[in-house]
C-alpha cells in the first residue's frame, strides 16, 4: 500500500465519521495483512494538516483523537447553512462552566462563593448531561460535598486536546456573553450564597449547546465541528 492510498484511506475516515479518530481506530480501518504501523498514519495525518493549511478546514488533535473541521474564523458564514436562531448561552453558564474549567476540582458551594449567587441546579444537571462536566470525587469537609471537573467530551467540543491549551482568562472575559470578571484567585472557603439575594434568570429559552457555532460542520453529516 502506498503513501497516497494511506492519505486518501485516513481523509475520508476522518471525514465520514462522527467523532474524532484514534490512531488504533485509523489503523484498524485495514486488513491484517496491509496494517500500516502507526508511524506512517501520524505521517499521513501530518501530511494531510500541512496540505489544509490556508483552506476552510484544518486538521485538529483534540482529547479523542483526530477530526477534520472547519475553521473557527469561518463559523459565522457556515452558520447560515442552517437558519434557525442561533442558541445563547446565559451568562449563568458560561460562569459556571468557566469555573469549573480553570479550577478543577471545585465544589458548588465554591462556585457560589466566586460569584456571589446561587448557582441554579438545572445549570449543572444540564453541563453534566451534556458530558461537558462530571463528578470527580468528594471534598473532605462536613458535608462531603461533590467536586466537579471537565469531562473529555468538553475538550472534544471546545477543541482542545489538554486543559493547558483553555485560553488565555484574559480571552474568556472578552466573550460577549461573559460581563463580569471572574475571580480565579485561590478558594476562598466553601459558603453558603447570600439567600438575600434573588437567584437571576440560570438559562434562557434557546440555550441548546447543540445548536451552537461549535457544532456547525457536525450538522452537516460530517462529523467534525468548529474548534
Avoid at 479550577?103 to 456571589?116: F, K
Avoid at 475571580?183 to 434562557?204: F, G, T
Wanted: charge should be negative; proline fraction near 8%.
Amino acid at each position: 500500500m502506498n503513501d497516497s492510498h494511506l492519505k486518501n484511506v485516513v481523509e475520508a475516515a476522518l471525514l465520514a465519521a462522527d467523532r474524532p479518530l484514534q490512531i488504533a481506530d485509523l489503523a484498524a480501518l485495514f486488513a491484517d495483512s496491509s496494517r500500516p504501523e502507526a508511524a506512517r498514519i501520524r505521517a499521513a495525518l501530518e501530511t494531510l494538516a500541512a496540505e489544509y493549511a490556508g483552506r476552510g478546514i484544518e486538521l485538529k488533535e483534540t482529547a479523542s483523537g483526530y477530526r477534520v473541521q472547519v475553521r473557527r474564523e469561518l463559523a459565522e458564514e457556515i452558520s447560515r447553512l442552517w437558519p434557525e436562531r442561533p442558541a445563547r448561552y446565559s451568562r449563568a453558564l458560561l460562569e459556571t462552566l468557566a469555573l469549573i474549567a480553570y479550577r478543577q476540582p471545585i465544589t458548588r458551594g465554591e462556585i457560589e462563593a466566586v460569584r456571589g449567587v446561587a448557582v441554579n441546579p438545572h445549570i449543572v444537571k444540564t453541563l453534566i448531561e451534556r458530558n461537558w462536566v462530571r463528578v470527580v470525587g468528594l471534598r473532605d469537609v462536613p458535608g462531603r460535598p461533590e467536586l466537579l471537573g471537565t469531562t473529555r467530551e468538553f475538550l472534544d467540543y471546545f477543541g482542545l486536546k489538554r486543559l493547558d491549551e483553555l485560553p488565555p482568562l484574559a480571552e474568556l472575559r472578552a466573550m460577549a456573553e461573559l460581563h463580569v470578571q471572574l475571580d480565579l484567585e485561590p478558594a476562598a472557603p466553601e459558603l453558603d450564597a447570600p439567600s438575600e439575594e434573588p437567584e437571576e434568570e440560570e438559562r434562557e429559552p434557546g440555550d441548546d449547546p447543540q445548536s451552537s457555532p461549535g457544532m456547525v460542520a457536525a450538522r452537516s453529516g460530517h462529523g467534525p465541528a468548529i474548534g
